[in-house]
C-alpha cells in the first residue's frame, strides 16, 4: 500500500464499478455516479471461500478435510499449512 500511495496511485474502498470506458471507469459510490479517468485499471474486489463440493462430500459420505482458502481466507503460508495439516489428517 506505502508503493501505491508513493507512486500517486488512487484506491477507491467501497466503491462499485459500473462500466470500463474508453476514458476510464464509471464508477458508484454512496449512491452517486462518477467517471474516473484512467488508462490502467487494476480491480481487487476480495475473496471469499469457496467450498461447494463440502455437501456433496458430506452426502457421498466421503471423508475429507477442508483446507487453504475453502476453510478461511488467509495467507498463502495458511494455506500450505492447513493443507499440510489436512493431509497429515488423512
Do not use: H, W
Amino acid at each position: 500500500m506505502g508503493d501505491l500511495n508513493r507512486f500517486g496511485v488512487a484506491t477507491r474502498t467501497e466503491t462499485k464499478a459500473v462500466e470500463i470506458t474508453e476514458k476510464g471507469l464509471t464508477v458508484e459510490c454512496d449512491g452517486k455516479t462518477e467517471e474516473i479517468e484512467a488508462d490502467t485499471i487494476v480491480m481487487a474486489t476480495g475473496s471469499k471461500p469457496e467450498n461447494s463440493l463440502l455437501e456433496t462430500l458430506e452426502k457421498l459420505n466421503i471423508p475429507f478435510e477442508v483446507a487453504g482458502d475453502s476453510k478461511q481466507i488467509g495467507l498463502a503460508y495458511d494455506a500450505i499449512y492447513s493443507g499440510f495439516d489436512a493431509g497429515r489428517a488423512i
